[in-house]
Structures are given as structure tokens and as C-alpha cells.
Nanobody, 119 residues
Framework: QVQLVESGGGLVQAGGSLRLSCAAS????????MGWYRQAPGKQRELVAE???????NYADSAKGRFTISRDNAKKTVYLQMNSLNAEDTAVYYC?????????????WGQGTQVTVSS
């Protein structure tokens, strides 16, 4: 029973900060491709930040310089530190990871955590 569980969303004022967490649980034999996506109403889901190969990171242009992705391998947790939030950051944020479960690699998604930035 493998899960990705996000936490840390909420309501913040423009210019504020939030730190999102995503913890993987269950019988997992490998993890890679961990990242954060977001989806606003009426919009397509978009990549925000991710780990690609090794420790290399990749950010959306809108996130570069404001957001930082990090991870704690021992805790099987990935984080997204979000600073200088603005209204355009309002969305449901989803954790995504490529997990090895019973010798099969698949993409797994968390259920999402709402981030709302008010003026």
C-alpha cells in the first residue's frame, strides 16, 4: 500500500512563505524523479520543481529564485520551500514520484494540498 501524502498548504498573504512536505510510505524499493506540480482551476497541471538525474534540480521559470526543492532520503520526504508568494501561485500542489514497487516503476501522485495566496 504505497502512498504519497502532501502537507503544509494553507492560506497566506502575498509575499509570504509556505513549506510543503511530501512523504512516501509503503513497501518501496526505489525512488526517483521526485517533484512538485500544481494545478489551478481551469488550468492544466504544470511542473513547478523536480529532481532529475542525481541531485540535479529543475524549476519552472516562475519558480526559479523563489522556490527551493529539497529532500530527506532517510525520511523518504521531499519538500518545497516557497517564498515571495503571489496570487499566481494559488493552486493545488501535487507531489509526484517515480517509485519502484514489486519490480515495476510507476508514477505516483499525492492527493494534493491547497495553496491560496491572498492580496
Amino acid at each position: 500500500q504505497v502512498q504519497l501524502v502532501e502537507s503544509g498548504g494553507g492560506l497566506v498573504q502575498a509575499g509570504g512563505s509556505l513549506r510543503l512536505s511530501c512523504a512516501a510510505s509503503g513497501t518501496i524499493f526505489g525512488i526517483n524523479g521526485m517533484g512538485w506540480y500544481r494545478q489551478a482551476p481551469g488550468k492544466q497541471r504544470e511542473l513547478v520543481a523536480e529532481f532529475t538525474s542525481g541531485d540535479t534540480t529543475n524549476y519552472a521559470d516562475s519558480a526559479k529564485g523563489r522556490f527551493t526543492i529539497s529532500r530527506d532520503n532517510a525520511k523518504k520526504t521531499v519538500y518545497l520551500q516557497m517564498n515571495s508568494l503571489n496570487a499566481e501561485d494559488t493552486a493545488v500542489y501535487y507531489c509526484n514520484a517515480r517509485l519502484l514497487v514489486r519490480n515495476i516503476w510507476n508514477n505516483y501522485w499525492g492527493q494534493g494540498t491547497q495553496v491560496t495566496v491572498s492580496s
